[in-house]
């Protein structure tokens, strides 16, 4: 039986909650499909969760809460997805692993559309997005 499993990222009671949850449980088969729930949340609404960047660089998935700059970051239903509430994250949650380990599944189809974005460079990024907005065309 192959079973997935889930990174809990962030600070907090509830964060400590899930972890406890999830090391509760005696995984006996494990294969690499992982999504990371990230409960961060930042009173300016203008910082980014920067260990989304580092799961990004693992070509994980995440599951996100809601807050004002999040989309410059997790793109919903292309690289992760993002929540309102707890009745939502595990809707998705289910979605994601209801029929693991199937390839053709959302969370396969995230990871490949993460290893797909690693291959633009800084450079060819800055080109693409923050040129044109300082450009006069």
Not at 8 to 36: A, D, M, N
Not at 63 to 70: D, E, T
Not at 102 to 117: I, M, V
Request: charged share 20%.
């Amino acid at each position: 039986m192959a079973v997935s499993a889930l990174l809990c990222e962030g600070k907090g009671p509830v964060t400590e909650y899930y972890s406890r949850l999830i090391h509760q449980k005696h995984f006996q088969h494990i294969q690499g499909r992982w999504t990371c729930v990230c409960l961060r949340t930042f009173s300016s609404g203008l910082d980014l969760p920067m260990k989304v960047v580092d799961i990004f660089g693992c070509c994980l998935p995440v599951c996100a809460v809601n807050f004002k700059c999040l989309h410059e970051l997790v793109k919903h239903e292309e690289n992760g997805l993002v929540f309102e509430d707890s009745e939502e994250l595990a809707a998705q949650l289910q979605m994601l692993f209801s029929n693991f380990p199937d390839p053709a599944g959302k969370l396969n189809q995230f990871q490949k559309n993460l290893r797909e974005s690693q291959q633009l460079r800084w450079d060819e990024s800055w080109v693409q997005t923050v040129l044109p907005l300082v450009m006069d065309t």
